[in-house]
């Protein structure tokens, strides 16, 4: 029995995503590359650099097999992550504006086919370790992984800038159905009897509901209840920004409904899908 919910096809939208990035990119201006972004101690350009750093590893890595760079000695998985981004971010401070849009033009379409070849159901290539730490992710979210994190910088550009946009249910809602399968690593640490069921439900054209159960001794995503043991309901902004940190858990809280369990509801409003 899958602790994930049903699979999530995003591969068609990355061509989409990417164009609107683009068009956002194209359209800047030269003082609004240098916009501070919510990522601390990165600009705009910063971001972009980021973005493009994701392409060209997941091409080197899931089309050319290369295995990268190797983690230093005690070295924890957020604490490598963090170094390597910073090391690619520092050196592509050197690159041009319309040499970075360039490239993301030019290896948008390969990774693309690289996403077009995966097997959704086979076993991930990257485990998504805030979904699960003890069992294998599926390829499905692995790629969908991928596909909230180009979104979501994006957005984090366009908030920079202040130029809303992207946020149309096609290309949100996934966003919203793959960060919604942290739910059970969410509730990992509140064992409950069986059949128990929680239920978040995120608000707007591009929301949904989704639930996670405690069965056979542990959370898993389950089709919603009708008499959940535990209920929270926030706008699908706010859901994103909690579930990437762009806001904090008691700004989240603040802009929250909950009922039922007070531990599950705490726990579900500490939701986190990005390694941190």
Do not use: K
Not at 70 to 83: I, K, N
């Amino acid at each position: 029995m899958s602790i994930f919910g049903p699979a999530i096809d995003v591969r068609p939208l990355f061509p989409r995503e990417r164009e609107a990035m683009l068009d956002l990119l194209r359209g800047l201006e030269p003082a609004d590359w240098a916009r501070a972004t919510v990522c601390p101690g990165w600009d705009v350009h910063d971001v972009v650099a980021h973005v493009l750093n994701d392409y060209m590893r997941r091409l080197s890595g899931a089309r050319d097999g290369h295995s990268g760079a190797v983690f230093a000695d005690d070295e924890t998985l957020p604490a490598y992550l963090a170094r390597t981004n910073d090391e690619f971010v520092r050196a592509g401070r050197q690159l041009s504006p319309r040499l970075m849009i360039e490239l993301l033009e030019h290896l948008g379409p390969q990774l693309d086919a690289v996403w077009a070849a995966h097997d959704l159901e086979a076993p991930a290539g990257l485990n998504v370790s805030w979904a699960a730490t003890d069992v294998g992710s599926p390829g499905w979210l692995d790629v969908g992984r991928e596909y909230t994190e180009f979104w979501v910088h994006q957005q984090q550009v366009r908030d920079a800038v202040s130029r809303p946009g992207a946020t149309e249910p096609g290309l949100l809602a996934p966003v919203l159905g793959v960060f919604a399968q942290a739910l059970p690593f969410t509730l990992r640490a509140h064992d409950r009897p069986e059949g128990t069921v929680a239920v978040l439900e995120v608000l707007g054209p591009a929301g949904g509901r989704w639930s996670a159960a405690w069965r056979a001794g542990r959370w898993r995503m389950a089709a919603p209840g009708d008499q959940p043991a535990a209920r929270v309901s926030m706008d699908q902004d706010t859901f994103w920004r909690l579930a990437t940190r762009g806001i904090g858990v008691e700004q989240a809280r603040a802009r929250a409904e909950a009922s039922g369990d007070p531990e599950l509801t705490a726990a579900m409003t500490t939701l986190l899908a990005v390694v941190a």
